[in-house]
């Protein structure tokens, strides 16, 4: 159970400091003086791309919480 809980927040934490852009896009935004645009295009990326996956965790859960619950009784 520590190893899963450990795992879970390990993966949150690295989750956080993920660079999401393609190879276009930082090309174009790196040109940019200050830089606030790409760190704006880099947050929305990876906003959209942790959707599904909050999605599909959520579903998991709930499908293994049903699961063990009717298992148990």
Request: hydrophobic share 50%; glycine share 6%; net charge positive.
């Amino acid at each position: 159970m520590k190893t899963k809980v450990f795992l879970f927040l390990f993966l949150i934490v690295s989750f956080l400091q993920t660079n999401a852009q393609c190879a276009m896009c930082r090309a174009v935004l790196e040109n940019e003086e200050g830089q606030a645009a790409a760190k704006g295009i880099n947050d929305g990326i990876v906003y959209l791309m942790s959707i599904p996956y909050i999605i599909v965790f959520s579903l998991g859960f709930f499908i293994y919480w049903k699961y063990f619950k009717v298992k148990k009784k």
